[in-house]
């Protein structure tokens, strides 16, 4: 009887998880599936080549967009992962207990902080002083979300680093910042790598922040001191606006960010799993 | 206590390896003539971890050209003393050292660490190849202390690998993983590694421990080789390691320095008598 009621209890257990486990995956293949019903299926070359068109107007595409997207990334990059990444080579090879205490505390908070008050700071810092939206407030804004995921991936894949290692470089008269250059860092470069990427596929998603920073433009942005589109702005402004062929391309422009976001992630993956044979 | 009270243990020429072109024999006859000269001397040595003393008031000497062992139970502080003596232990936060080490005369507490640890080797007790090419790896030393010229560093990394009797193992693929090499093998690149830059000592913390009775046997044979070039000091938890390679024995016990003397004389007649019930067993 009681093995009765324990084989029971584990048949409903086992259940229960897999049915939830289900209900995860499923999730992203329904939000993929609809995408791509919705988006992807209308998708056309036009979108990856042409200037939005008026309203009213049949095709277009979002290609500002798209390369709005690529430079506020691009300056994100060099914004958050210098700094993300110096720090954490700071917390993991030099920092003292008490220090790196507060620090990874501040930038855990600093990863709670919602997006929208990181884009009210680059609004503070760039677009009030200077008067005008502009390409580099949102890439600020894109940056300083990027600092405490790349700070704490850096610090965790440099740790992941054996002690063996740095000991073997040291004695042999290394010094530590050249131990740390030349065995440590090399050894956790795979994870270096996809530490931005994966940093780099959420921030690329980010709306909120940009919407008073990059703000938006229907046209290709004149430089870096201007306005410009990005995909995850499009999408809002468009699937928020009353016309049905605009939904259509912000369902296209979901898919294909998405697609992006995916991509990065798989490629991230590979170079972990590829380079992955250190630890030890 | 004196170490000339006995005669120096000599290898049997039959252990000397293939390979090796050295006139063994002339070099061991003209030590004999000549006496031991003290290579590392400490003199009342106490360290500690934190308020932890692990090693109380050592005082001893490291022969030139000699293999030293020293031996005793886990946590006894032989680890902990060889790692003095090329400041390893710096790399521990709240350790602190107390007394004096000199190599050849001098202070090393006063000299720079990176030279230090260049004169003085150090092998450890897992092999920690680094996740280079085996080219790379024993290229790594004299990298970056800028000894030897780009020109000169294929052949000084055939030397080591030869020195470490490797070279015919992996001459093919010096340029595959490190990773690729078998337990035995790493270590032995690691002692290469170590010969690179030309240490005048070397320090084995427990080179076989992690290694099969074969490449154990292997790593052995090296140590009789090297120590013509090369004073070597070495810790183990295996005693018959010790009476096979050692010239010299050391036996710890509590962080203190219970007997060091030659080799036969701590395993045939040592004078304390924890010595004696750690060397029969009875403890340890």
Redesign the interface.
């Known amino acids: 009887m009681l093995s009765f009621r324990r084989k029971a209890m584990n048949a409903v257990m086992l259940s229960l998880t897999g049915v939830c486990t289900l209900v995860a995956v499923g999730v992203l293949l329904f939000i993929l599936g609809y995408l791509f019903i919705h988006g992807g299926i209308s998708l056309t070359w036009d979108f990856f080549t042409q200037l939005p068109k008026p309203v009213g107007e049949p095709g277009g595409g979002m290609a500002n967009a798209l390369l709005g997207s690529a430079k506020l990334l691009m300056i994100a990059m060099l914004i958050g992962v210098p700094i993300g990444f110096l720090g954490g080579v700071y917390l993991a090879e030099f920092g003292g207990s008490s220090f790196s205490f507060v620090v990874r505390y501040t930038t855990d908070l600093l990863n709670g902080v919602p997006s929208i008050v990181i884009g009210i700071f680059a609004y503070t810092l760039l677009v009030l002083p200077q008067k005008h939206f502009s390409t580099l407030s949102g890439g600020l804004a894109l940056g300083v979300m990027m600092i405490p995921i790349a700070i704490r991936s850096s610090e965790d894949f440099l740790r992941a680093v054996p002690l063996s290692l740095r000991e073997g470089s040291m004695a042999l008269g290394a010094s530590k910042a050249r131990s740390i250059l030349t065995v440590v860092i090399p050894a956790a470069k795979s994870g270096l790598i996809t530490g931005i990427m994966l940093n780099l596929a959420r921030v690329a998603g980010e709306t909120a922040p940009l919407l008073f920073t990059s703000f938006s433009n229907r046209f290709w942005s004149p430089g870096w001191e201007q306005p410009t589109a990005a995909l995850p702005v499009m999408i809002y402004t468009y699937a928020i606006s009353p016309y049905a062929d605009w939904h259509q391309q912000a369902w296209s422009a979901g898919f294909v960010l998405l697609m992006l976001v995916l991509a990065i992630n798989i490629t991230a993956r590979a170079i972990l799993s590829k380079g992955g044979h250190v630890a030890r | 206590m004196s170490p000339m009270q006995a005669p120096i243990p000599q290898p049997k020429p039959e252990e000397t390896m293939k390979g090796f072109t050295l006139p063994r024999e002339s070099i061991n006859e003209s030590k004999k003539v000549l006496a031991v000269t003290p290579k590392l001397c400490a003199t009342n040595l106490n360290f500690y971890y934190g308020s932890f003393q692990a090693l109380h008031g050592i005082s001893m000497q490291v022969y030139e050209n000699r293999v030293t062992a020293f031996i005793g139970p886990s946590g006894c502080g032989k680890s902990t003393f060889l790692r003095t003596l090329?400041r390893?232990y710096e790399?521990i936060r709240s350790s602190r050292v107390e007394g004096e080490v000199q190599l050849d005369g001098e202070d090393i507490f006063k000299l720079e660490v990176?030279?230090l640890?260049?004169r003085v080797?150090?092998v450890?007790q897992?092999p920690?190849?680094?996740?280079?090419s085996i080219f790379d790896n024993i290229a790594?030393?004299p990298r970056?202390?800028g000894s030897i010229g780009a020109s000169g560093i294929k052949d000084h990394v055939e030397q080591s690998l030869r020195r470490a009797a490797l070279w015919d193992e992996v001459k093919d693929k010096l340029h595959a993983s490190a990773?690729g090499l078998s337990g035995g093998q790493q270590q032995r690149l690691?002692i290469a590694?170590?010969l690179a830059?030309n240490p005048e000592v070397l320090l084995l913390d427990e080179p076989c421990s992690a290694l099969d009775p074969i490449a154990t046997a292997k790593i052995e044979d090296l140590i009789f080789q090297l120590k013509d070039s090369c004073t070597i000091v070495i810790v183990t938890h295996n005693m018959q390691q010790a009476a096979r390679v050692a010239d010299y024995t050391g036996f710890f016990l509590m962080g203190k320095l219970v007997e060091f003397d030659n080799t036969t004389v701590i395993f045939k007649n040592p004078a304390r008598k924890e010595t004696e019930d750690y060397i029969t067993g009875r403890f340890g």
């Open positions: 090329n390893m790399t990176s030279a640890r260049r080797g150090m450890f897992r920690n190849p680094f996740p280079k790594y030393g970056i202390n990773y690691c590694r170590a830059v």
